[in-house]
DNA sequence: TAGATTGTTAATCGATTAACAATC
DNA sequence: TAGATTGTTAATCGATTAACAATC
């Protein structure tokens, strides 16, 4: 019974909802009250039980959600039971770090390539993959098919690429830069991660904290 | 002018505000409309005035906003005007590649210290920093007093971390790990970066453009 | 069956958009 | 002054919460 479009609220949910049942799961849980998870997630009731109608009906009345159940089902719903293959766009010290410390297989993903334009990271390893020259790029992508990328490029060189990977097939964009990809392009999922602005946004919160506003000033 | 209490909506787009301001300002702009700004952002010109409007009044009948003065307020609301020493704890891949990928100056924070437990770690440069052990966190914020904290440690040391973190005057933290700090803590400013739940979110987006839900399955 | 809890509809709340009077 | 564009109020839209009938 999926509805038609789900609203970015709901789906920016759905991985804690996950993350949180797979630790349900790993405590032992079998079953779960939408009320009991609320108070474990600090979300109403309600909320839960609509999102989860977004895509079916999951429960039992009178009995609540089977937990490891229902996280196979939302995990269904997130495509985590595929693996997309995924590149890396640069390889520097955040696409490094990114590509090492991410759990890419059970977030739907297999990170099978890491390109960069520098000669010198070239050869690099990164756990079992080593940096290519990005001049191999488009053979690699014809022979190995991937369908998502990291983007952990300078700003400046983020339009081109761009264009590149998606006459390479790519669908899935992991986007560190401020490019907007969806100007020049459609039919892309497109998951931006503006970490500058994330810390602009915690200097707000200090400076607010520190400094709150008056009613009169 | 300021209203109490900002919603959440408004504060996250103020440093995609702040951003774009300088850009234009790097661009020549002198002066812009809402509506000129609403085109370049792909917002409504509505939305824009009512979110400045937050705020004070920084705009002019007649002539639009002055592109510097504007960026200029938005950045003191920012709380960009001052640099809040800041910490790193944690300094493995992850760690190191924010510590050194980041402007922390333009984001109203200044690294000042990195702490690892791993001995191996300890003494590894961070541009100009040397990651410290972890024994000398207190002595050193007693010296220095950090006011921020980037946690990049396993979720399983988080909870013990930030409390020592609180109890040493740190009240803002740049939070990369999934432990939840205001669950035990209050005041204190929080901005949480959710890697593994961005790249779940890219697999849904993906998932759902490939696989398109229809009406009635 | 009685109790519990879902799925779902209705009510509320908040955020976005539209409209326009104020004014530069 | 006339034209432009803000600041702000009112209307709309969407998301969250509350309520409750359905049902396990």
Redesign the pocket.
Same mark, same amino acid.
Request: glycine share 10%; aromatic share 14%.
């Given at each position: 019974?999926s509805k038609n479009s789900i609203? !970015?609220?709901?789906i920016r949910r759905l991985p804690r909802y996950y993350r949180f049942l797979g630790e349900l799961e790993n405590n032992g849980y079998v079953r779960?009250?939408?009320?009991e998870?609320s108070e474990k997630m600090g979300?109403?009731?309600?909320?839960i039980? &609509?999102d989860? !109608?977004c895509f079916g009906?999951?429960? &039992? &009345?009178? =009995?609540? =959600?089977n937990v490891s159940d229902l996280r196979f089902e939302i995990g269904k719903i997130l495509g985590l039971n595929v693996q997309t293959p995924m590149i890396l766009l640069g390889a520097g010290n955040l696409g490094t770090a990114i590509a090492s410390h991410i759990d890419f297989k059970n977030k739907g993903f297999d990170l099978i390539g890491a390109f960069d334009s520098n000669p010198e990271l070239v050869g690099k390893k990164i756990g079992s993959l080593s940096v290519r020259d990005i001049s191999e790029l488009e053979k690699f992508c014809s022979e190995n098919k991937p369908v998502a990328a990291i983007l952990c490029i300078p700003m400046s060189a983020a339009e081109k690429m761009v264009d590149t990977l998606i006459s390479c097939g790519i669908k899935a964009f992991w986007n560190f830069t401020h490019y907007d990809i969806r100007i020049n392009h459609e039919n892309v999922a497109v998951e931006n991660v503006h970490l500058g602005d994330s810390l602009t946004t915690l200097s707000y919160g200090l400076n607010t904290l520190i400094n709150p506003p008056s009613d009169d000033e």
């Open positions: 019974m609203s !970015n609220s709901v779960i009250s939408s009320r998870l979300l109403t009731a309600s909320q039980r &609509q989860f !109608n009906e999951f429960g &039992q &009345q009178g =009995y609540g =959600y």
